[in-house]
């Protein structure tokens, strides 16, 4: 290996003005040579060593390896130079502190891409030869000076380079000590090239072949060559780093100041929290909705009604249609029909629907639209009770599953047609109008047992209608006798829903199914019936009636049998409703859209709106947890850059071993990421046990929120990711920082 310096000049920037640190450098040096070179301080022996090791660009002139310039170098090309053929020893050792001594040798290695066993082996190999065989495993900071520049010497000899440049390799050792060094340098200076700067010209005559005196940037003697020039080829091979190096180095270092990486992966775990809990908060939601939907809508009926929309609680009340272009003092007309569809219930519907499977449904009810005339006695005269002021309607449940729905607070259940409940609240609360409507007065105090035993009845057409020249009309001045013929129905209980899903009415009288049923078997043959079957004017009034005021006059008396206007179909799991639903859809093949029939899955329609409130409350909250995510993505990058201050040195001795700027990135990429990783999987950690308090405590609140948070573990796997892909931005600017440091001062800082 042969090194030609051909009018070497380096300059100075400072500020405007610049300085000559080393003007016009001739000189040669070639294999097994132990050159020193002396001067006094700040003349430039530093500058000349570090620009010969590439550490350093010169400003002007050129340096030959091997007769190749080194003009047209890169980066790489440099870096590559450092780690192969320069093995650098500096005065203050420069060690990295909290790697291991053999760890600190292998390095080098390391960014030359040998394997681990070779690696180590070597390593072994040349700390034997330097005398620290028995030192492998100890952090250099527990090195006496003179064993410390053994390590160094070991790490420069390594990589086995051509060159070894030592820069006052003895200046912080006692003379003893010195004398050691000194004669081991020239032990390995055979085969290779030494130079070696010193400012003792003892050392140098004792040792070296050769001598080069500089002053003020400018040689002032040279021996002659005592060598002779050879020249082979050169061509830089090229250096990396592995990521694992990377992770290693730093994870070393993160082991030094433990304190200050934990509270900073606290701090870091915050923000990854907040979102883990939200998360696992609306994945407990869903679980519960769905359980729900699968053990308490179930039974809910699938629903068939002449006019079907979408069922949904965002469409409550609120048109839902938004015009796409309109004038701004335009009114624009909307007709919800457009969005309704009208199935047509018909017989031959019926036929195929009751031809259905009977193991795949439980009971179908029909809804004819009857209003029934109530009659309720108080204080011995009878009322027409205000259907409009209280609920009247049949419980929506098969009779079985009653219990599950309601809690019964006195009296008992319906057991025959013509027992009936009354619904309240959790609390007794009744509206005034309800107890208005039953006939009390609602000044006076109102017990149970004043409700219990309750005789309503039911006014039979041919009772409450009377025919007088072919118009009909209510008897209502004889509601004695119409009372005293009318169907008898008992309040046998009072009833509170265990579940608000089910009733959405202020409570009421609630009647079996079976009532309708017999009802209108009552009343389909009754005279105002047949008289208003075979007449297309009002019974009432005898005005004119189109057929479907016919119907629905019909259907309101009680006269309708034959066209229900809502069916409902009872099932008792999931895959049934999903069986009765392909039952219909195969109704539906082939028929043109206004002859198609839809249903309403009312289970279905809550499960999906509560799970879309959910969704849209978690987004909301997730994006204010997030906001912690990036606060503290910043706040790790101010992390790493106090790293990359402190951690100056490392990145100058790395550079010095021949790293490139892309290994100094990637050693602060994997401080951040580790940081990150673990403030990810300390966070995961945190979401979990905390989930187990937050449930203990949603319980007081209500039974069924027991299960409220539960983590899902792609979810904090997804987390932990989120968190190190964070970190890992919130370090890129500083990594970045730290790659453009120039090396050279990078070794000067203390
Ligand atoms: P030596 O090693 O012989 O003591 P150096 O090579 O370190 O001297 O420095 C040579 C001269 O160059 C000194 O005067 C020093 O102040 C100057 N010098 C070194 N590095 C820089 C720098 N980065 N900017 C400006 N001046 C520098
Ligand atoms: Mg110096």
């Known amino acids: 290996m042969m090194l030609s310096l051909k009018n070497i000049t380096k300059d100075y920037k400072i500020g405007k003005r610049s300085f000559r640190a080393l003007n016009n450098i001739n000189l040669q040096f070639n294999k097994g040579e132990f050159v020193s070179i002396l001067g006094p301080s700040g003349c430039g022996k530093t500058t000349l060593l570090n620009i010969i090791g590439g550490l350093d660009r010169y400003s002007k002139g050129d340096l030959f390896i091997n007769g190749v310039s080194t003009k047209e170098f890169d980066d790489k090309d440099w870096d590559s130079y450092r780690n192969h053929s320069i093995g650098f020893v500096f005065q ?61 010497i070991a790490r420069a000899l390594v990589n086995d380079p051509d060159i070894i440049l030592a820069d006052e390799p003895t200046g912080a050792l006692d003379s003893e000590t010195a004398t050691e060094i000194l004669s081991l340098i020239q032990q390995i200076s055979k085969n290779k090239l030494v130079i070696m700067v010193t400012h003792e010209k003892m050392h140098a005559d004792a040792y070296s072949t050769r001598i080069i005196r500089l002053k003020d940037g400018e040689i002032i003697s040279k021996n002659a060559q005592t060598k002779d020039i050879i020249s082979d080829d050169y061509k830089p091979k090229r250096t990396s780093m592995n990521f694992f190096t990377a992770l290693k180095l730093s994870f070393n270092n993160l082991k030094t100041k433990k304190f200050r990486t934990i509270i900073t992966a606290i701090a870091a775990s915050v923000g990854i929290i907040g979102v883990g809990l939200v998360l696992a908060i609306s994945n407990g939601f869903r679980e519960q909705i769905s ?354 201050l402190e951690r100056t040195k490392e990145i100058g001795i790395i550079r010095s071993l021949g790293g490139s700027k892309r290994d100094i990135a990637r050693v602060f990429n994997a401080e951040s990421l580790i940081i990150g990783t673990f403030a990810g999987i300390l966070g995961v950690v945190m979401t979990f046990i905390l989930t187990f308090p937050i449930n203990n405590i949603a319980v007081k609140y209500d039974e069924s929120l027991k299960n409220v948070a539960q983590v899902n573990i792609t979810h904090l796997i997804i987390l932990v990711v989120i968190s190190a892909f964070l970190t890992f931005i919130g370090g890129l600017i500083p990594s970045r920082i730290a790659s453009k440091k120039n090396p050279v001062e990078a070794l000067r800082v203390e």
């Open 92 to 152: 203050s050792y420069n060690l990295i502190n909290h790697l291991t001594v053999l760890d600190n040798v292998e390095l080098g290695m390391t960014l030359s891409g040998v394997s681990q066993t070779k690696r180590k082996n070597r390593s072994i190999e040349v700390l034997e030869k330097v005398g620290l065989k028995s030192h492998l495993y100890k952090k250099p900071t527990t090195l006496s000076g003179g064993e410390k520049q053994r390590v160094a």
């Open 291 to 644: 359980d729900i939907e699968k053990d308490q809508l179930v039974n809910l009926p699938i629903l068939i009604g002449r006019e079907e929309t979408e069922v949904g609680f965002d469409r409550a009340g609120a048109t839902t249609f938004i015009p796409e272009n309109y004038e701004e003092n335009e009114l624009v007309v909307y007709n919800p029909a457009q969005d309704t569809h009208i199935n047509k219930i018909t017989q031959e519907f019926i036929t195929y629907l009751e031809a259905m499977d009977n193991d795949i449904y439980t009971t179908i009810h029909y809804e004819f639209g009857y209003t029934p005339t109530v009659i309720t006695t108080e204080n011995q005269t009878p009322e027409i009770m205000d259907l409009s002021k209280i609920g009247f309607s049949s419980f929506i449940i098969p009779e079985e599953t009653m219990s599950d729905y309601y809690t019964l607070k006195a009296g008992m259940f319906p057991q025959n047609p013509y027992q009936v409940v009354l619904l309240i609240d959790e609390w007794n609360v009744i509206e005034q109008d309800i107890v208005e409507a039953l006939g009390y007065d609602p000044n006076e105090k109102l017990y149970f047992d004043d409700v219990l035993n309750k005789e309503l009845t039911i006014a039979l057409n041919d009772d409450l209608y009377l025919e007088q020249n072919g118009v009909f009309f209510p008897n209502y001045s004889d509601l004695e006798y119409v009372s005293d013929n009318g169907v008898k129905l008992e309040i046998v209980g009072i009833i509170e829903t265990t579940d608000d899903t089910l009733e959405y009415s202020n409570g009421g009288i609630k009647y079996l199914y079976s009532l309708k049923t017999e009802l209108l078997g009552l009343n389909a043959n009754s005279n105002i019936c047949e008289a208003q079957a075979n007449s297309d004017q009002s019974v009432f009034d005898l005005s004119a009636l189109t057929p479907s005021e016919k119907e629905q006059l019909m259907s309101f008396i009680g006269c309708n049998t034959e066209n229900p206007f809502l069916i409902q179909i009872y099932t008792n799991s999931v895959e049934h409703k999903e069986s009765i639903k392909e039952h219909i859809a195969l109704y539906n093949e082939g028929r043109a859209l206004e002859e198609k029939i839809f249903e309403t899955d009312l289970a279905k329609a809550i499960g999906e709106t509560l799970s879309t409130l959910i969704t849209s409350i978690s987004v909301v909250l997730t994006a204010f947890a997030s906001i912690s995510l990036v606060v503290s993505s910043i706040m790790i990058g101010i992390i790493i850059y106090i790293s990359v």
